[in-house]
Structure formats: structure tokens, C-alpha cells
């Protein structure tokens, strides 16, 4: 018999181990490679990236979350920003610079590009949002991912919530509608690829 995936809260002691593990994640995804085209800026800068984010938008408002492999090391993580609390501070945004220039370096005009993007079409309406989702290629089928969207989830659904997110990988959007999300719209990045933006109803 299998044993349950351990699921935890994410903490400010967690964040390289979380960002290390997106930027595993989502090297090969087609948003941010279009971001960082060049591989080796990429493998680089996606971990600063994710750190930035994590230290400063998702961890501190809480429901972000870590699923762990068995010797208690970081398999997935799913960073996630509870109703009325996605906003940042124009402190955190200036705090936020110095790590997204060292991310994304000359193509933080990109970056920035694709943040307006999904800011215009966010929704306006109270909900959970899945800023990030994703496992270590080695566990990739493990359940990780699974367990991590139930842990979350599982909650929304008692407080008669919603939940969204944006889908950067096609191939992404069937798993996504298997918990319940449905796409609302598609979208495109000028000269770049389409984003999938997914809501999940309340039950």
C-alpha cells in the first residue's frame, strides 16, 4: 500500500528549496522560455525568479504549499494567494525589483509584459488564485502535483469558494479541468504563446 504524500504549509525557510524546485519544473515551459529564450539564462534566472515571488507575494499571505517526497526534501510546491489578498504593496514592489532584474535581467521588459498581460484579464471577483504549480521532473506522475491541488482545493470547496489560474502548457489544461477548472478564455502574448485562463467554480 502506498503511503499518503505529506502536504505542508510553505514557509520563508522553504523558499530556495521551493524556487529551486520550479524553476526545475518550468524550464521547458513555453512562457518562460519565451521570457528567457536562451537556455542557460533561463536554468539561472528561473530560480531567482521564483524566489522573488515566493519571498515577497505568495508566502506571507499564506496557502502556499509543499509536498514532500519521503526523506522529507521538496517534490512540489504550489504557490497560492487567498480572496483579497493577491495585491502587493508598492514597499514589496520595490523590495521585489532587485531579484527580478537579476532574474530576468535585459528581458525584464518581457516579463513585465506578460504580468500586464495577465493583470488586464484577472478576475475581479473574490477568489483563490494558483499563481504556481509544479513538481520535480524526477516525480513527475507521483501524485505530487495531485496531492498538492487537493490540499487546497478540498478547503476552497468548504468555505464555498473559487479558484483560478493560468495555464502557460497545453498540455496542462486536461489535467487542470480533471479538478474541476474550465477554461474561460484564451489568450496570447504579442509575438509569443497563448495562456489558458481557467476558473473553478464554487461547489
Same mark, same amino acid.
Given at each position: ?28 515551459? !513555453? ?10 539564462? @533561463? ?16 508566502? !506571507? ?10 526523506? #522529507?526534501?521538496?517534490? #512540489?510546491?504550489?504557490?497560492?494567494? !487567498? ?11 520595490l523590495r521585489m525589483m532587485p531579484g527580478l532584474l537579476r532574474?530576468?535581467?535585459? @528581458?525584464?521588459?518581457?516579463g513585465k509584459q506578460v504580468a500586464e498581460l495577465l493583470e ?24 505530487? #502535483?495531485?496531492?498538492?491541488? @487537493? ?8 468555505? #464555498? ?26 489568450? @496570447? ?15
Amino acid at each position: 500500500m502506498s503511503t499518503a504524500i505529506r502536504v505542508r504549509t510553505a514557509g520563508q525557510s522553504d523558499i530556495t528549496a521551493a524556487a529551486n524546485t520550479l524553476a526545475a519544473a518550468f524550464q521547458h515551459d !513555453p512562457v518562460m522560455s519565451w521570457i528567457l529564450p536562451d537556455d542557460h539564462r @533561463r536554468a539561472v534566472g528561473l530560480p531567482r525568479f521564483f524566489a522573488t515571488m515566493a519571498r515577497h507575494v505568495f508566502v !506571507p499571505v499564506g496557502g502556499s504549499e509543499l509536498a514532500l517526497r519521503p526523506d #522529507g526534501t521538496v517534490a #512540489g510546491v504550489a504557490l497560492w494567494t !487567498p480572496p483579497n489578498r493577491r495585491e502587493t504593496s508598492p514597499r514589496a514592489e520595490l523590495r521585489m525589483m532587485p531579484g527580478l532584474l537579476r532574474a530576468l535581467g535585459r @528581458r525584464i521588459l518581457a516579463g513585465k509584459q506578460v504580468a500586464e498581460l495577465l493583470e488586464e484579464h484577472h478576475p475581479t471577483e473574490p477568489h483563490w488564485y494558483l499563481g504556481m504549480l509544479g513538481t520535480a521532473p524526477d516525480v513527475r506522475g507521483a501524485g505530487y #502535483g495531485n496531492a498538492l491541488l @487537493r490540499s487546497r482545493l478540498d478547503r476552497v470547496d468548504a468555505e #464555498g469558494g473559487t479558484a483560478y489560474l493560468e495555464s502557460s502548457n497545453p498540455d496542462n489544461v486536461p489535467y487542470y479541468e480533471r479538478f474541476g477548472f474550465t477554461v474561460t478564455s484564451e489568450i @496570447r502574448i504579442p509575438d509569443g504563446p497563448p495562456l489558458w485562463l481557467m476558473l473553478r467554480a464554487a461547489r
